[in-house]
């Protein structure tokens, strides 16, 4: 878990982050967000919202087990929900996360 907060705040310094749930679900419409990342204590409903706009997008989003505060640690702003916009650090989050997100779990299952 420390690998995926240090990409993250990388990708923050380097401005290929996006933060909060309002500005995720922009960047996510404009087909600009790679990947949208939850932390694991935000709520159902957020997170079911965030899956939907992934969705929409054509993209993948994944629930990670650091909270909200080791997040925005890791981040150095404080949000729940982040957008990654670029490929690149998308694919290293999602090699470092392991397995595939919860969100095609459940497509496959049906």
Not at 30 to 38: D, E, F, N, T, V
Not at 76 to 96: H, P, R, S
């Amino acid at each position: 878990m420390d690998k995926v907060l240090s990409l993250l705040g990388l990708c923050r310094r380097a401005g290929r982050l996006q933060a909060g749930f309002d500005v995720c679900r922009e960047t996510a419409r404009a087909k600009k967000a790679a990947l949208l990342i939850a932390a694991g204590d935000v709520s159902e409903k957020t997170y079911k919202n965030l899956r939907y706009e992934a969705g929409r997008a054509g993209i993948q989003a994944v629930r990670i087990q650091a909270g909200m505060a080791e997040l925005s640690k890791a981040c150095g702003i404080k949000a729940g929900v982040v957008a990654v916009t670029d490929e690149g650090f998308a694919g290293a989050l999602l090699k470092e996360y392991g397995g595939i997100p919860e969100s095609q779990q459940r497509e496959k299952e049906e």
